[in-house]
T-cell receptor
Framework: DAGVTQSPTHLIKTRGQHVTLRCSPI?????VSWYQQVLGQGPQFIFQ???????GRGNFPDRFSARQFPNYSSELNVNALLLGDSALYLC????FGVGEKLFFGSGTQLSVL | AQTVTQSQPEMSVQEAETVTLSCTYD???????LFWYKQPPSRQMILVIR??????QNATENRFSVNFQKAAKSFSLKISDSQLGDTAMYFC?????????????FGTGTLLAVQP
């Protein structure tokens, strides 16, 4: 079975632009979470979606939004990009919403110039 | 709020030897999960081991084992017979039990280098 897949792998944007990152969970997994990992730090929780509903949101501005589709894939959108949004964005999936092991993709490296 | 602290930014070990990575955490909850994840240069976070706080027995996965000291809020990872492929960033992480989300709270990581 395929693992968690994310696209694109790398992305370069300029300040003020908008970006959409995509994630496909492991087959059968209904929960998708997004994390931001700035260089030299541990990942920070952004969102969790379970059965297409938002289950949790981290301490990120409203410029960050996400959604989950009927096939459980997910998109993370970031508006009005800032230099500080440059980071590795990781997607993780799990079977259910709580207490399960999270399986991560290889991430999307976003550079904002 | 829960916090996770990894006080060793970098560590080095010789191939075939044993190394222990430290992690402490802070929480007022009695039930929770603790994890160690490995992040090699490929950037993918790989689950190494999981511990449920209500289980007294320390988790083991092949060459990886933990020393879980609940009272001390300590959760160290021991890697036995270190291999070159173990070279990676290692993150300790905390998850609440029974909460509304499966949010992981990560430490800042320990970069482990296995020397030939």
């Amino acid at each position: 079975d395929a693992g968690v897949t994310q696209s694109p792998t790398h992305l370069i944007k300029t300040r003020g632009q908008h970006v959409t990152l995509r994630c496909s969970p492991i087959s059968g997994h209904k929960s998708v979470s997004w994390y931001q990992q700035v260089l030299g730090q541990g990942p920070q929780f952004i969102f969790q979606y379970y059965e297409k509903e938002e289950r949790g949101r981290g301490n990120f501005p409203d410029r960050f939004s996400a959604r989950q589709f009927p096939n459980y894939s997910s998109e993370l959108n970031v508006n009005a990009l800032l230099l500080g949004d440059s980071a590795l964005y990781l997607c993780a999936s799990s079977l259910f919403g709580v207490g399960e092991k999270l399986f991560f993709g290889s991430g999307t490296q976003l550079s904002v110039l | 709020a829960q916090t996770v602290t990894q006080s060793q930014p970098e560590m080095s070990v010789q191939e075939a030897e044993t190394v222990t990575l430290s992690c402490t955490y802070d929480t007022s909850e009695s039930n929770y999960y603790l994890f160690w994840y490995k992040q090699p240069p490929s950037r993918q976070m790989i689950l190494v081991i999981r511990q449920e706080a209500y289980k007294q027995q320390n988790a083991t996965e092949n060459r990886f084992s933990v020393n879980f000291q609940k009272a001390a809020k300590s959760f160290s990872l021991k890697i036995s017979d270190s291999q070159l492929g173990d070279t990676a960033m290692y993150f300790c992480a905390f998850m609440n039990y029974g909460g509304a989300t499966n949010k992981l709270i990560f430490g800042t990581g320990t970069l482990l280098a296995v020397q030939p």
